[in-house]
């Protein structure tokens, strides 16, 4: 494929309402990577998974967040009783190799929490 | 823990006037450096890494030399163009399985 893909673009949730974000990696890259980037900051790391196993998760701000990556392609991210601190952009990001590389990102999905 | 600390915005520039964005690091081991650009409604894209220490990224006309000693990887441009207008993220990473990203400097080039 082309490029990283999420879906959706944006998302609107009433609080307490639970979301699924998903990613499309690049074909054949190996790592993914998920980021929780708020207005005017830096990506801040979530998770990451190498193929479908999820390595590291350290980032994940609490347990009403959940990833996987079942097959060790597509990503999903689920936000379960979602709170107005969770509003931010949801980037997710693929890369072939680990050491060294750079990675490819999609254009996020912004969730707006009401 | 690792972090990267890179020159609050906004900055503001005339067409072909030089820029360097300041980025320092604090890193465990041999980190690799990376900037990443983020044009207006797009996503973050790469824009050049290093991966030790010495060694100079380049890419449309940007470069940045990973400086152990001072510990910085500093973004520069000899003469930037309105195109460039853009948010710069530095980051960086030690193991490969987390990467940290500064707090970004937005870039505006007036003509």
């Keep these: 494929g082309a490029g990283v893909s999420q879906s959706p673009r944006y998302k609107v949730a009433k609080r307490g309402q639970d979301v699924a974000l998903r990613c499309d990696p690049i074909s054949g890259h190996v790592s993914l990577f998920w980021y ?25 701000p609490s347990d009403r967040f959940f990833a996987e990556r079942p097959e060790g392609s597509v990503s999903t991210l689920k936000i ?8 931010a952009v949801y980037l997710c990001a693929s890369s072939l190799a680990l050491w060294g590389d750079g990675q490819y990102f999609g254009p996020g999905t912004r969730l707006t929490v009401t | 823990g690792d972090s990267v600390t890179q020159m609050e915005g906004p900055v503001t520039l005339s067409e072909e006037a030089c820029l360097t964005i300041n980025c320092t690091y604090t890193a465990t081991g041999y980190p690799s450096l990376f900037w990443y650009v983020q044009y207006p409604g797009e996503g973050l894209q790469l824009l050049l890494k290093a991966t030790k220490a010495d060694d100079k990224g380049s890419n449309k006309g940007f470069e940045a030399t990973y400086r152990k000693e001072t510990t910085s990887f500093h973004l ?10 853009a948010v710069y993220f530095c980051a960086l990473s030690s193991t490969g399985n987390q990467f940290y990203f500064g707090t970004g400097t937005s870039l505006t080039v007036i003509p």
């Design chain 1, 80 to 87: 379960q009783r979602t709170q107005q601190e969770d509003s």
């Design chain 2, 76 to 85: 520069e441009k000899g003469s930037v163009q309105v195109s460039d207008s």
């Design chain 1, 36 to 60: 929780q980037q708020a207005l005017g900051q830096g990506p801040e790391f979530l998770t990451y998974f190498q193929n479908e196993a999820q390595l590291d998760k350290s980032g994940l």
